[in-house]
């Protein structure tokens, strides 16, 4: 469907699929939020991202104020040593030239509460569940705190880390039950009580739930032997950055599963090209969908 002036659709995803009942949605108004429907498993899910549609909406009739743009919220992935977080300042900046305000933000973290969290998260010893539950407590924290009042704004928001980094990283690399971690996802990310203005009408689902997910997820994929390289010497690890290359092929193989489950949110970038090819790749991906 086109956009109008004051409405757009965009896709609607089930469990990764495009799905039929997309073209059954009345129209919604472009604001901050990008949403699932959450049903009693992940599988029902349903994601409607209105920052798809693109840029800022035209102004009205001569005399009324241009619409604020829809914001946009953009999740930054991949193993440890990928060189994802070179690449989220040269973004914020192309976004700022086009005259869009940003948020910086990143996961565990990005509040107070969420930072002391990050600390022993990264730094201590527990259980897998527990570390689980301390990552989807920060991450409620910092959506109710930073993102969605970003969004609300209009703001981009550039996320070092999301939902799926648990997924790869606790799933994956730890092993840790993938149900539990779904059901985590449900509650932390449940859209209730963010404010009127930031919770999109979603049609007639029911009781479900929605759910905050990114319009766009940009993975950056390197080889775990040739991310451990690049880790060597750089830095004293955390306790994820110490584990051993097998950890991180596992890891890997989460953020895989994830993109294979919902293609459409997932922008993978060749992370083994230089620097240079790498952002080309990247700032590819935004010229592409008309957001900068």
Not at 31 to 36: L, P, Q, S, T
Not at 54 to 59: L, T
Not at 129 to 151: K, N, Q, S, Y
Request: glycine content about 10%; some cysteine.
């Amino acid at each position: 469907m086109a956009p109008t002036l004051r409405t757009d659709v965009s896709s609607l995803h089930l469990a990764g699929r495009r799905s039929p009942e997309a073209s059954l949605l009345s129209p919604v108004q472009t604001c901050a939020g990008r949403f699932g429907a959450a049903g009693s498993s992940p599988e029902e899910a349903l994601r409607l991202r209105p920052g798809e549609a693109g840029s800022a909406a035209p102004a009205g009739e001569k005399g009324t104020p241009p619409l604020v743009a829809p914001g946009l919220f953009i999740s930054f992935e991949g193993i440890d040593g990928a060189g994802k977080s070179t690449h989220i300042s040269a973004l914020a900046e192309a976004f700022k030239a086009k005259g869009r305000a940003v948020t910086l933000s990143r996961e565990p973290g990005g509040t107070p509460l969420a930072e002391k969290l990050r600390a022993m998260i990264l730094n201590d010893v527990m259980d897998p569940l527990t570390e689980a539950l301390l990552i989807f407590a920060a991450r409620r924290d910092h959506l109710t705190t930073v993102i969605a009042p970003a969004l609300a704004r209009g703001d981009v928001v550039l996320c070092d880390r999301f939902t799926d980094a648990t997924f790869a990283y606790q799933g994956g690399g730890r092993g840790f039950d993938l149900d539990v971690l779904s059901k985590l996802e449900l509650w932390a990310q449940d859209a209730r009580g963010l404010g009127h203005d930031f919770v999109h009408e979603l049609g007639k689902k029911g009781e479900a739930a929605a759910i905050v997910q990114p319009d766009l997820t940009v993975w950056f994929d390197l080889p775990p032997e040739e991310a451990a390289q690049r880790l060597t010497g750089a830095r004293v690890p955390d306790k994820f950055e110490a584990q051993p290359v097998e950890f991180f092929r596992r890891v890997a193989q989460g953020y895989a599963d994830r993109l294979a489950a919902d293609p459409g949110r997932f922008a993978r970038i060749d992370a083994g090209q230089t620097r240079e090819a790498v952002w080309q790749s990247v700032h590819g991906v935004f010229t592409g969908k008309g957001w900068l």
